[in-house]
C-alpha cells in the first residue's frame, strides 16, 4: 500500500475486480480511522449498485497476503447509525465518527453489529447517506 495511511486504492482496485455483469461500483471508503493492512478490523468498504463490500487484509511480509471480502446484500441491513463526537484535548479538538449497521440474521437470532470508524464525521456521513440511500430505495419498492 501507499505511504499515505488513508490510501485505499488497493481495496478499490480489488473491489473493482469482484463485481458482477451490471454492478456498478459507487464509492470506496475506508472502514477504519487507521488504514493498516494488518488488522482484525473492516479496513475499507465498497457501495456498489447491489451491494456493500467489506474489506479485511493481511498482510505479513515474506509470509503472506489475505484478503477477505464479505457481501452483505442492502435487504439484510436492519438498521444503520451514525454516531460522532469531539474530544477536547488541551491543544485541539480530535473528531471521531462511528457508522454502526445491524444485520439480520437468516435464523432470526438477534442482530449482527458491523462497526465502521473514522476521523473526520463528513466522510462518515458521506458513507451513511449512501447506505441510507440503498435502504429508502428498498422500503420504496417494497422490499424487506
Not at 485505499?8 to 469482484?18: K, M, P, T
Not at 456498489?48 to 498482510?59: A, F
Request: proline share 3%.
Amino acid at each position: 500500500m501507499g505511504d499515505d495511511i488513508d490510501d485505499i486504492s488497493d481495496y478499490r482496485e480489488a473491489i473493482d475486480g469482484l463485481l458482477l455483469n451490471g454492478e456498478e461500483l459507487e464509492a470506496a471508503f475506508p472502514a477504519s480511522a487507521k488504514v493498516v493492512s494488518d488488522s482484525d478490523q473492516p479496513q475499507a468498504i465498497g457501495i456498489t449498485s447491489h451491494r456493500l463490500i467489506v474489506c479485511h487484509r493481511r498482510l505479513r511480509v515474506g509470509s503472506y497476503d489475505r484478503w477477505t471480502f464479505r457481501s452483505i446484500l442492502y435487504s439484510r441491513i436492519e438498521q444503520v447509525d451514525l454516531f460522532r463526537e469531539e474530544l477536547f484535548r488541551k491543544d485541539r479538538i480530535d473528531p471521531q465518527a462511528t457508522i454502526t449497521l445491524y444485520l439480520s440474521r437468516p435464523d432470526g437470532r438477534s442482530a449482527n453489529k458491523l462497526e465502521l470508524r473514522y476521523r473526520e464525521a463528513a466522510v462518515a456521513r458521506d458513507v451513511h447517506e449512501r447506505i441510507l440511500a440503498h435502504l429508502l430505495t428498498l422500503e420504496a419498492r417494497g422490499l424487506p
